[in-house]
């Protein structure tokens, strides 16, 4: 099969010390092996990232997981419960870790994910080692929910074809690191979904680290909660009542399902951001469910650049 020999391919690269993108359920990433502290440096290089900050590192399964880190019951029922899919679990590196210093951004935690995607499982266990995978985009830009948008940002790059993203935002990230869960970023797993699984409410986000507060951004600037459209504008709607505007419009979700609209967020700001607009104008966005890590992004999108 044509993409079994592409994944054959693209692990060869990774075992290179070469960068791949693949997709997962949240937005494609760009991978490299974990353990390389070069591949790892071609990362950040590659998305010219201001700073170092922490890397996901993604794996197989739960059991491989529970060989990089030290996870508490708490963190493994977790893992149990919404692995592969959008969470990522920070834990204490294990003593034995061979990921490289580097993608731990020299904390002495680690930050582990299981993606729920056929694509990447198959180039993590073709590659026989973990991977990196932060979105494969330049540091501030839209992440990417197809391999077009990787293409448009990295044209030498080896991606590998998924199609359009499932959930179409980041992974959850919960930390474990002082006897307690934290949410350290709103993502692809509501918390409510998280809260009923811990058994509490887990009221407070505490940010990840080296989270820049401009990030996600379109050429085009973004005007929030809007309910009107001003000349000059682009229109990112939500729901059925929809402000009257003739100009270039997407629909996150008519019926105002937030699930559909995190699938299609990125996507649309693409898609608005092609009509070299001056502004986009942003429809506000209920905060429940999968509406907090929709909110996050849309904020940062916005954000002074
Ligand atoms: P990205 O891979 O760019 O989607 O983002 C990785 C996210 O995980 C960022 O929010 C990081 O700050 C967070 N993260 C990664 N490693 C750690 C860690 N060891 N401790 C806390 N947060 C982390
Ligand atoms: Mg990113």
């Known amino acids: 099969m044509r993409q079994g020999m592409d994944i054959a ?32 440096a071609r990362v950040y290089e590659a998305k010219a990232r201001p700073q170092f900050n922490p890397l996901i590192t993604h794996v197989a399964s739960a059991d491989e ?8 019951q708490d ?14 679990i920070v834990v204490p590196r294990a003593a034995s870790c061979p990921v490289a210093m580097l993608a731990s951004a020299g904390l002495s935690s680690i930050a582990l994910r299981v993606p729920a995607h056929e694509v990447a499982l198959e180039l993590i266990r073709a590659s026989g080692v973990p991977l990196v995978a932060p979105s494969a985009n330049p540091s501030g830009r839209i992440s990417p929910t197809r391999a077009e948008h990787v ?65 996600y951004a379109p050429n085009a600037a ?5 309910t ?27 019926s105002g399902d937030l699930a559909e609209a995190a699938a299609c967020l990125f996507e649309n700001l693409h898609a608005l951001d092609a009509e070299k607009v001056a502004r986009i104008a942003v429809m506000p966005i209920p905060l429940h469910g999968l509406g907090e890590a929709i909110h996050d992004r849309l904020t940062r999108a916005a954000a002074p650049r």
């Open 151 to 215: 293409r448009g940002y990295f044209p030498q790059l080896t991606v590998l074809d998924g199609g359009a993203c499932a959930v179409g935002v980041e992974s959850t990230v919960v930390s474990f690191l002082d006897g307690t869960a934290r949410l350290l970023r709103p993502g692809g797993l509501s918390r409510e979904a998280l809260g009923i699984a811990l058994g509490e409410s887990n009221s407070e986000i505490l940010h990840a680290p080296g989270g820049l507060l401009s990030h």
């Open 75 to 88: 963190a493994k029922a977790l893992a149990h419960r919404f692995w592969p899919g959008p969470l990522t």
């Open 65 to 72: 997981a529970f060989n990089l880190g030290d996870f508490s």
């Open 228 to 254: 009107h459209v001003e000349p000059g504008e682009a229109l990112l709607a939500f729901g059925p009542h929809v402000p009257a505007h003739s100009g270039p419009m997407r629909n996150l979700s008519p």
């Open 222 to 226: 973004v005007r929030l909660n809007a």
């Open 9 to 40: 391919a693209a692990a060869a690269e990774i075992k290179a010390g070469r960068l791949v993108a693949f997709p997962t359920e949240t937005v494609y990433g760009l991978g490299a092996d974990a353990t390389s502290g070069v591949g790892v």
